[in-house]
Nanobody
């Protein structure tokens, strides 16, 4: 059974930092591309950051220079370090595991991030 479990969300003031984690089980983690997505109320889910199985990364323009995605294949975990947080970063953050070229595509339940003073 595949599970992606996010953690690390919470309430933070503008300018603050958080680190999200997504622990994967039931998959051969190292061959999967991993992504962080977010969905704010009334908005569509959007890609925040992506890391390939070879650790190449890309980011949404809105988070470049503030967020860093990384992975630890020994721990089957992907991280999202978020700095200089803004109120517009408020959303539920989900991780996604994709095996490119195949139908394997899994989502976690999400973790809430709220940026507010």
């Amino acid at each position: 059974q595949v599970q992606l479990v996010e953690s690390g969300g919470g309430l933070v003031q503008p300018g603050g930092s958080l680190r999200l984690s997504c622990a994967a089980s039931g998959i051969l983690f190292r061959v999967y591309a991993m992504g962080w997505y977010r969905q704010a109320p009334g908005k569509q889910r959007e890609l925040v950051a992506h890391i390939t199985s070879g650790s190449s990364t890309n980011y949404a323009d809105s988070v470049k220079g503030r967020f860093i995605i990384s992975r630890d294949n020994a721990k089957n975990t992907v991280y999202l370090k978020m700095d200089s947080l803004k109120p517009e970063d408020t959303a539920v953050y989900h991780c996604r595991a994709q095996r490119l070229g195949m139908a394997n595509d899994y989502w976690g339940q999400g973790t809430q991030v709220t940026v507010s003073s």
